[in-house]
């Protein structure tokens, strides 16, 4: 099949903003080209921050790679996607250089190139990542293996904001939880929620990829039986109370989750949010204490951020 790959050179800090623009817009996956990830770690840009070939050489920021079927007529869509990420600057994102060129491409040459740089790799204390094309055998005691295939789904589980969120999991996981895991992607988070012993979880994604993703994932980790994934936008219209909810997502859409994430903790229940840049991490810590939330922590890898706050129980 052929597609055309849409590539736009933008800011490290619009990344997200910028794929999420694509996606709805009807792309069917993004690619991201990080030369400094690239340069510095090469293992840890994954996720939608896939890394591919490095042929085009960006000094500065990141070239965004969006693939369109070549049923879809993007001459039309290209000057609403264009005016969308315009728009991104009055969020305060700045968005680079804002370069774009097009180019039809085979469908072989993106959808698995990222696959040559995804191997096994230990991501906290007890939790190691594997694709699922690739044998691995756990080394430590207690080392638990998540199997995935993430296709065009984000979370390899190496990318700095999910390994900030399982580290949040596997702190606050004590066994039994019900969990609410906001913006699934692959289903790693929730995959890993279950290997760590909470009781049940349920997942959701706007996204139907990511839908399909996570639930082919689910079946491939044999212990995650308990792990339910659905479409839904962030937790709108859902009704379980929950111990603990964990998302990560972009700061924006941190933001709207805030009054939904405390209508369904219990007393203290935990919320660990993730995906968060230093630029929105004030916002992201007033928002929570304004809704009630006591901050517990706040963790740090690379330029990413996660917050972990508690619906502390009145005496
Ligand atoms: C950064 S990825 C995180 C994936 C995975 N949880 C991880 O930690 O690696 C964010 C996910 O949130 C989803 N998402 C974005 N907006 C959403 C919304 N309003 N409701 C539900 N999911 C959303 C995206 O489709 C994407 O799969």
Redesign the pocket.
Known sequence: MKWTEVSVHTSNEAI?AVS?IF?EAGSGGVAIENVQDFLSTPDDGF??IRILENQDYVSEGSLVKAYFPETKNLMELIPEIKQRILALESYGLSIGPNTFSIEDVQEENWASAWKKYYHPQQITRYLTVAPQWEEYEPKLDGEIVIRLDPGL?????T?A??RL?LQGLETYIRGGETIL?????????SIASSALGAGEIHA????EV?VRSAKENVKMNAYAQNVSVSA???LKGIEIPADIV?A???AE?IVPLIPDAWRLLKPNGIFIT??IIEAKKELILSELETQGFTILQVLQMKDWFAIVAQKVEED
């Open positions: 997200e999420n996606i996720g939608e789904a984000f979370g390899t589980g990318h904001t999910t969120s895991d906001v913006g699934t992607g692959s289903g790693v988070l959701f994604d706007l996204d990511a839904n936008d962030l964990v990560n997502i972009l859409i993730s995906g």
